[in-house]
């Protein structure tokens, strides 16, 4: 089964949308997708008390996102 919705985006959060789904070769819809994708990973994860954030090959997490 499939759900279809629409969203209302600023300006600005359409622009880098579209910057970013277009440097990953995808359209807006499969960036959108994975971008949900990784909200579900991310809230799972600090859920079981785990930290979400950024870091470089082998090194420790550089930025932590908050409020997931």
Do not use: C, W
Not at 42 to 54: F, L, P, S, W, Y
């Amino acid at each position: 089964m499939t759900v279809r919705f629409s969203i209302t985006l600023s300006d600005r959060l359409n622009q880098e949308l579209e910057q970013v789904a277009g440097s990953n070769d995808d359209k807006k819809v499969d960036a959108l997708r994975k971008a949900i994708h990784l909200y579900i990973a991310a809230t799972k994860a600090t859920h079981e008390g785990k930290k979400v954030g950024i870091a470089r090959p082998n090194q420790e997490l550089a930025t932590e996102f908050v409020g997931l």
